[in-house]
């Protein structure tokens, strides 16, 4: 089964890009949870999936490998401010 969807209106931040503000890409093509193309919305097909992303930050393809999420759980609930 072929799952395809387009996220597109995003800023995209890619890890090859030195400044993110000159990046004239907009859309993330994933097909069967594998990111296969980055580009301009306009040159993706119409009858694909799409989400509109609202001008949302993208990272595509970054991973944050060092999470706390224990310990961040943690702090929240020991230092709540009540």
Known sequence: MDNT???YNADLITMT???YKKNKHDAVLVRNGIIEAIGKESNFSDSIKRVNLGGKTLLPGFIDAHSHFLL???VKHVFIDL
Request: aromatic share 22%.
């Open 72 to 74: 961040n759980g943690f």
């Open 5 to 7: 969807t387009l996220f």
């Open 17 to 19: 890009e030195v400044d």
